[in-house]
């Protein structure tokens, strides 16, 4: 089965640090994909990226950048010189490929807190 | 370009009353998905429609719920029978099928069950 594991529950960053959230999924097959999404308070799940299995490059957007390592099973995203309007739960998840549609299995999320 | 939209964004119902919840994909996503999010939860599959047809329903959907795509559009999601333990968020999100899929997700439904 798979599954997505978030082990921050929370993390409280002081603006202009560097935060990296981590995620860490289990799945049985060779072609999948993985996300990662925003939900600020408001509760709308905002999309951040979108990486295949066999994409292993990082991937930099602005201040954010994406850490994908297959050997460790690890999707981990690191925020640059963090800001309040960071502050939102950030959530990973994992689709098969298999199955014709995605199936999104979420993690349990990171709360970050950012203070100014 | 509109987003994802969702009818009510909070709803507050008794035990044992029926709620419907709608949802508007953006325009030409045929694949279109609901989930549930319980407190302090990362969003759980429900049901998933390719166009007007559900082709895939999670274990959670009890009986009590139902989802329905009529032509293929927007979508609505029905629990008869309220429970207390149906509080949550309910997320809709739609997909374009082809490359780069990607699922964006509406606002959400809150209810609550008292």
């Known amino acids: 089965a798979q599954k997505v594991t978030q082990a921050q529950t929370e993390i409280s960053v002081v603006e202009k640090e560097d935060v990296t959230l981590d995620c860490v999924y289990e799945?049985?097959?060779?072609?999948?994909?993985l996300f990662w999404y925003k939900q600020p308070p408001s509760g709308e799940l905002v999309f951040l990226i979108r990486?295949?299995?066999?994409?292993?490059q990082n991937e930099i957007s602005g201040r954010y950048s994406w850490n994908f390592q297959k050997s460790t099973s690890s999707f981990n995203f690191t925020i640059t010189a963090s800001q309040v309007v960071d502050s939102a739960v950030y959530f990973c998840?994992?689709?098969?490929?298999?199955?014709?549609?995605?199936?999104?299995?979420f993690g349990t999320g990171t709360r970050l807190l950012v203070s100014p | 370009d509109t987003g994802v939209s969702q009818d009510p964004r909070h709803k507050i119902t008794k035990r044992g009353q029926n709620v419907t919840f709608r949802c508007d994909p953006i325009s030409e996503h045929n694949r279109l998905y609901w989930y549930r999010q319980t407190l302090g939860q990362g969003p759980e599959f429900l049901t998933y429609f390719q166009n007007e047809a559900q082709l895939e329903k999670s274990r959670l959907l009890s009986d009590r719920f139902s989802a329905e795509r009529p032509k293929g559009s927007f979508s609505t999601l029905e629990i008869q029978r309220t429970e207390q333990g149906d509080s949550a968020m309910y997320l809709c999100a739609s997909e374009l099928r082809g490359v780069k899929e990607t699922q964006y997700f509406g606002p959400g439904t809150r209810l609550l069950v008292l």
């Open positions: 799945t049985r097959d060779t072609t999948y994909y």
């Open positions: 990486r295949n299995s066999f994409d292993e």
């Open positions: 998840a994992l689709s098969e490929a298999v199955t014709g549609f995605q199936k999104l299995v």
